[in-house]
Nanobody, 126 residues
Framework: VQLQASGGGLVRAGGSLRLSCAAS????????MGWFRQAPEKEREFVAA????????YYSDSVKGRFTISRDNAKNTVYLQMNSLKPEDTAVYYC????????????????????WGQGTQVTVSS
């Protein structure tokens, strides 16, 4: 699976951005899709994930209520709508994919994912 993230940029605190991640290769609808972020000198951090059906969604506590993950299986794309952005949201944002299957997964761990996009920079100014 090849992943291409886009939509990052510079925004003021309180503003919004929508990230997109376009997938190609393996059937997109069979994949769990996740978003992670990594700030300078920090570990990669889980942001959100969505199961293949789109019905099971997970968020980190730091973004719950502000960010929304969604997917369009017809367009092979996953989105991250980010509202009420804060300076601490500044990071490189990565999309990731893994094959979905029956059962549960520890989707907040980067090691659970097989494929990664190249990242898109989000900078939130105060």
């Amino acid at each position: 699976v090849q992943l291409q993230a886009s939509g990052g940029g510079l925004v003021r605190a309180g503003g919004s951005l929508r990230l997109s991640c376009a997938a190609s290769g393996r059937t997109f609808s069979n994949n769990i899709m996740g978003w992670f972020r990594q700030a300078p000198e920090k570990e990669r951090e889980f942001v959100a994930a969505i199961r293949s059906s789109g019905y099971r969604i997970y968020y980190s506590d730091s973004v719950k209520g502000r960010f929304t993950i969604s997917r369009d299986n017809a367009k092979n794309t996953v989105y991250l709508q980010m509202n009420s952005l804060k300076p601490e949201d500044t990071a490189v944002y990565y999309c990731a994919a893994r094959l979905d299957a029956v059962g549960s997964f520890q989707l907040w761990y980067p090691s659970e994912y097989e494929f990664w996009g190249q990242g898109t920079q989000v900078t939130v100014s105060s």
